[in-house]
């Protein structure tokens, strides 16, 4: 069998595929060739099977409002009759809200001249901006996503940006201290200013903190490395864990493993006050044996605790409603051409797959009628607070 660039997005991959050109075939493979060759290659880790029984869940079915009966004869009146109570189920179907489909995680390296294999142009990365939200996307922090807090607006489909190995394209400043516009976090605030109510400054950047590139330390530019991490988390960015040294987690000793971890949280946490590190990205997506190790742990006076951890390919990521959904395993998409255009064509095309907002993060909607692959996903173990909603599918 011929790999493909999303034969990790098992079990949620698509029973329908969008057509690929054949041309494209060797060009994929080509590419996935590449990225196994690749230091930040992907492992592959095929999602647990969906369990044979799936459980039960508890789900409010919303039924549509009885239209009103008409009086026989109208009253007439002179105050203004309220306008009626919009109609739940209407109004999920009018946005086809399905809180049970799959979220991409896009992942970013390097935003700099000129486009390559872990490069993206700063203009591709503005047009991939300018498509996702024309497209109907809405970005969240990573550690949203891992704990089920989407808060998206009704109708948009939630997408996360992350960026490892923090380069200085990624984030950088110019000499008077204010954002360069050509760099990623300027390109995201542009976006955001431009876009109030369909884009925000939302992404994941997962930090290195001791490697032998100097742009790859925190941005790359010392002289600003507190500054731009304390305006990032303002701003509303997420900065996650790269591990301290780019360190392979399953080449280490459990001391290393915790050493790592815990310095890394330790120290971004030092010169953010009051911000906490939840998520981390695995160097080159290689896990330790032992993954309890990646939950918490302590290394001298240094503690850590991570709630989600990214994975460096997988394709479409189950909902976290999704029984298939583990934080600590959360699939990407490379931030490539053909990666992107792949999975944007396919949702285009096959919108019943895409997670689409309710606009409530209280609830998870989910239409009574779903493509094979989704029906009987929904998690018996919602996030606390949040309730299931079935709905009748619009026609
Ligand atoms: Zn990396």
């Not at 310095?263 to 997506?285: D, Q």
């Amino acid at each position: 069998m011929t790999p493909l660039p999303d034969s990790g997005v098992r079990p949620g991959a698509p029973s329908r595929r969008p057509p690929r050109s054949p041309a494209l075939g060797p060009v994929v493979a080509l590419l996935l060739a590449a990225v196994l060759l690749t230091a930040c290659g992907p492992t592959a880790t095929a999602e647990p099977a969906p369990p044979a029984a799936l459980p039960t869940v508890p789900v409010i079915t919303v039924t549509p409002a009885p239209s009103p009966t008409p009086t026989a004869t109208p009253t007439p009146t002179l105050t203004p009759t309220p306008s009626p109570t919009p109609d739940p189920v209407v109004a999920l179907q009018a946005v086809r809200a399905n809180e049970i489909g799959w979220i991409l995680v896009l992942e970013y390296h390097m935003i700099e001249e000129p486009e390559g294999r872990w490069s993206r142009t700063p203009d591709n990365f503005r047009a991939d901006v300018e498509r996702l939200i024309a497209e109907g996307y809405y970005p969240l922090n990573l550690i949203d996503l891992a704990r089920g807090q989407i808060d998206v607006p009704a109708g948009k489909t939630p997408i996360v940006l992350t960026f490892d190995d923090s380069s200085s394209g990624q984030c950088r400043y110019l000499a008077d201290g204010t954002v360069d516009p050509r760099s990623a976090c300027g390109i995201l605030l542009e976006m955001a200013r431009l876009h109030p109510d369909d884009w925000r400054p939302r992404a994941s950047f997962f930090i290195l903190l001791d490697v032998d590139v100097p742009d790859r330390v925190i941005f790359g530019q010392p002289e600003f490395a507190e500054k731009k991490l304390q305006e990032m988390v303002a701003w509303g960015f997420e900065i996650g864990s790269h591990s301290y040294t780019h360190f392979r987690l399953d080449q280490g000793t459990v001391e290393e493993v915790h050493w790592q971890l815990a310095h890394s949280e330790a120290r971004i946490e030092s010169m953010v006050p009051g911000y906490e590190v939840s998520s981390l990205s695995i160097p080159l997506g290689m896990y330790p044996d032992d993954e309890s190790l990646l939950y918490a742990g302590d290394s001298e006076e240094a503690h850590y605790d991570f709630e989600a951890a990214v994975e460096v390919a997988g394709g479409a990521s189950p909902s976290p409603f999704s029984v298939n959904f583990d934080p600590y395993h959360i699939k990407r998409t490379q931030a490539i051409e053909d990666e992107l255009t792949y999975w944007l064509t396919f949702f285009q095309e096959n919108p019943e797959f895409r997670y689409i907002s309710d606009g409530d993060p209280r609830t998870a909607a989910v239409p009574d009628v779903l493509p094979e692959r989704l029906q009987g996903l929904l998690r018996e173990d919602l996030p606390a607070g949040m309730v299931a909603i079935e709905y009748r599918a619009a026609p």
